[in-house]
C-alpha cells in the first residue's frame, strides 16, 4: 500500500506563485511515475503534468505549460508542482497520483493510476 499526502495550497492573487508537494509513504513504495490532477467545482478533473520514474521526462497539459514545473526528489519521496504566473483559471483542488508500474514513460489520463492523495485546496483571487 502506497500513501500520498498533499501540501502547499492555499490563496494566493493572480499573477502569483505557489509550490504544491506530494509526499509517498508505505511499504511497497518505489519511484513510480507520478502526476498532478486538478479539479474545480462543476467541472472534470483535469491532466495537469506527469514525471517519470526518473524525472527525466515530463509532460503537462497545455493550459500550464511555461507557468508550471513538475519535478522530484526520489530520495525524499517527494514530488513538486510550482506554479507560476496563476491564473483565477487554475482555482481548483491538485491531487497527486502513482501509477505501480516499472514502466519509464509518463501517463496523461487519470485511469492509469492507482493510487491518489486527497487532495489541496488551491485558490487564485483575481
Known amino acids: 500500500q502506497v500513501y500520498l499526502v498533499e501540501s502547499g495550497g492555499g490563496l494566493v492573487q493572480a499573477g502569483g506563485s505557489l509550490n504544491l508537494s506530494c509526499a509517498a509513504s508505505?511499504?511497497?513504495?518505489?519511484?513510480?511515475?507520478m502526476a498532478w490532477f486538478r479539479q474545480a467545482p462543476g467541472r472534470e478533473r483535469e491532466f495537469v503534468a506527469a514525471?517519470?520514474?526518473?524525472?527525466?521526462?515530463?509532460f503537462y497539459a497545455d493550459s500550464v505549460k511555461d507557468r508550471f514545473t513538475i519535478f522530484r526528489d526520489n530520495g525524499k519521496k517527494t514530488m513538486y508542482l510550482q506554479m507560476n504566473s496563476l491564473k483565477p483559471d487554475d482555482t481548483a483542488v491538485y491531487r497527486c497520483a502513482g501509477k505501480q508500474t516499472y514502466n519509464m514513460g509518463v501517463f496523461t489520463t487519470s485511469q492509469d493510476y492507482g493510487y491518489w492523495g486527497r487532495g489541496t485546496q488551491v485558490t487564485v483571487s483575481s
Open positions: 514525471i517519470s520514474r526518473t524525472g527525466g521526462t515530463t
Open positions: 508505505g511499504r511497497t513504495y518505489n519511484p513510480h511515475p
